[in-house]
């Protein structure tokens, strides 16, 4: 069974930092290009970074460039999201899932709450 669980949300004032993580379990997590989506009530998801399996490559919406950075540790089944200089905008629940399946909430997991508000 899949199962992605997202931990490390939490409230932080504006200009802050967090570090988010994805705990993959269930399928063979090192060959798949994975995804950080983001959603907040009444809009829908909105991606914000992917990594090749390989964690080398990685792409990055224009609103967090430059401030999230995405990584991975294929040796612990763990993809990460360090995320600084926060906005109030940033505020929203992360998940993460698999990159082709980025928009499909079947594929995530229950997710990270991040509140940046001062």
């Known amino acids: 069974e899949v199962q992605l669980v997202e931990s490390g949300g939490g409230l932080v004032q504006p200009g802050g930092s967090l570090r988010l993580s994805c705990a993959a379990s269930?399928?063979?997590?090192?060959?798949?290009?994975m995804s950080w989506v983001r959603q907040t009530p009444g809009k829908g998801p909105e991606w914000v970074s992917h990594?090749?399996?390989?964690?080398?490559?990685?792409d990055y919406a224009a609103s967090v460039k430059d401030r999230f950075t995405i990584s991975r540790d294929n040796s612990k089944n763990t993809l990460y999201l360090q995320m600084n200089s926060l906005k109030p905008q940033d505020t929203a629940r992360y998940y993460c899932?698999?990159?082709?399946?980025?928009?499909?909430?079947?594929?995530w997991g229950q997710g990270t709450q991040v509140t940046v508000s001062s």
């Open positions: 899932a698999p990159k082709d399946h980025w928009f499909d909430k079947g594929y």
């Open positions: 990594i090749n399996s390989g964690g080398d490559k990685t």
């Open positions: 269930g399928f063979t997590f090192g060959t798949y290009d």
